[in-house]
């Protein structure tokens, strides 16, 4: 009889590519991850933000206005052309008076901002112009990819108001809504000015 004499088992091809092959394909695999990373990071979301000493805090002294005004709007998408419909409450409407006790007045223009969740490069900023009772129309071209988007209506006058939403675009209508974390009185949101330590004057 012939006697067979086996390879050792370090020797067999198979057990070269389990040992070797398979880390070093995980060493390549987390090296393109990791450039891939620093290449394409995340956009930082954009939002109301201020610096108090070395505290930072978000600012929403925006959206607590719209809420005490009652402001509320729905933005309509037709193909480039974006139109909104800024709504008061009917107590504002039939007194011609804001609740503050200023004036009814439709500011002449506003600003939207609708950004991208996590690609900066996708962000748009418009003007949208007072057109007549309650309405102001702009234009704007979005990517037409489905993606989420965090959308910014605002007024930069004397009332320096902002609704805000979370949409995934493109979609024909979007509802604003002042924020309902006010809803109780002088609740605030967490990490607000109103929390902030008195200071010496």
Same mark, same amino acid.
């Given at each position: 009889m012939t006697n067979t004499q086996k390879e050792p088992w370090y020797k067999n091809p198979f057990m070269t590519i389990f040992v070797i092959g398979l880390p070093a394909l995980v060493v390549v695999i987390?090296?393109?991850?990791?450039?891939?990373?620093?290449?394409?990071?995340?956009?930082?979301?954009?939002?109301?933000?201020?610096?108090?000493? &070395?505290?930072?805090?978000?600012?929403?002294?925006?959206?607590?206005?719209?809420?005490?005004?009652?402001?509320?709007?729905?933005?309509?998408?037709?193909?480039?052309?974006?139109?909104?419909?800024?709504?008061?409450?009917?107590?504002?409407?039939l007194s011609g008076k804001l609740r503050d006790s200023t004036?009814?007045?439709?500011? &002449?223009?506003?600003?939207?901002?609708?950004?991208?969740?996590?690609?900066?490069? &996708?962000? &748009?900023?418009?003007?949208?112009?007072?057109?007549?009772?309650?309405?102001?129309e702009g234009k704007v071209t979005l990517d037409e990819t489905p993606a989420k988007y965090y959308l910014q209506v605002s007024n930069d006058g004397i009332h320096n108001w902002r609704l805000v939403h979370v949409q995934k675009l493109p979609a024909k209508n979007v509802a604003f809504s002042p924020l309902d974390s006010f809803d109780e009185e002088r609740q605030v949101?967490?990490?607000?000015?109103?929390?902030?330590?008195?200071?010496?004057?």
């Open positions: 987390c090296i393109f991850f990791i450039i891939y990373a620093i290449r394409v990071q995340d956009s930082t979301v954009r939002d109301d933000w201020y610096m108090d000493g &070395k505290m930072l805090y978000q600012d929403a002294t925006r959206d607590q206005l719209a809420h005490d005004l009652g402001i509320f709007g729905i933005m309509r998408f037709d193909g480039d052309n974006v139109s909104f419909e800024l709504r008061y409450p009917s107590d504002t409407l004036p009814l007045e439709y500011p &002449k223009m506003l600003a939207v901002s609708i950004s991208h969740a996590t690609d900066s490069t &996708k962000d &748009k900023d418009l003007s949208i112009r007072y057109v007549g009772e309650n309405r102001y949101l967490p990490d607000q000015r109103d929390l902030r330590p008195a200071q010496n004057q």
